[in-house]
């Protein structure tokens, strides 16, 4: 399911960055591994995970693999967490129930 | 890291199924449990999950949990997909260069 797989491609700190990185402008592989202590293999895996899940696309031109945002990438992930909202007036009466069942001192 | 147990938590259509019915209200474990054709222990391991990740809170009240919503559950996880919008005119840039590369017919 894709926001299973985009909500799993960004419960890791490193590709965040790598996501807050392209966000900027798009990277070549080696460009994205450069502020990670990890080797390239790993990194290179990383960008699997972020391209199965449709956040990053990728192409190689010569010998130099380029990676980019995809455009619309994290849209289902946010508009599934802005539908989670919980109506306001909703919120104001738990608040008043939780003063009305506070003791009185 | 709470972003990396956030979306950990959310990578799951089952554990976001509960969320998006916990939204209407809180809910005892046994109501959430219902939908799902899931044992009572898998449903409770769902749960911790959540709330090791601060999206759900719960009480138990003599022998009925009850489950709800935490208020500003979603929030750093919306916020941080927020902050990763490529801006418009860049977009517009890149589908220059797009449209600059085409080749002619």
């Known amino acids: 399911m894709t ?10 700190g490193t590709r965040r960055a790598m996501i807050e990185r392209l966000v900027r ?4 592989v080696s460009d994205l591994a450069r ?20 956040l990053v696309t ?5 010998r130099v693999r380029t990676v980019q945002l995809a455009p619309e990438a994290l849209t289902a992930a946010g508009t599934w967490i ?4 919980i109506p306001a007036e909703r919120q104001l009466d738990r ?11």
């Open 58 to 62: 990728s192409q190689k031109i010569g």
């Open 35 to 54: 502020p990670f202590e990890m080797s390239l293999p790993a990194v290179v895996q990383h960008l699997a995970v972020l391209e199965a899940a449709g």
């Open 25 to 28: 402008n798009p990277a070549s």
């Open 82 to 85: 802005g539908q989670q909202r």
């Open 95 to 105: 608040l008043g129930d939780l003063l009305s069942t506070t003791p009185e001192r």
């Open 3 to 12: 926001l299973d797989r985009m909500f799993h491609a960004l419960s890791d």
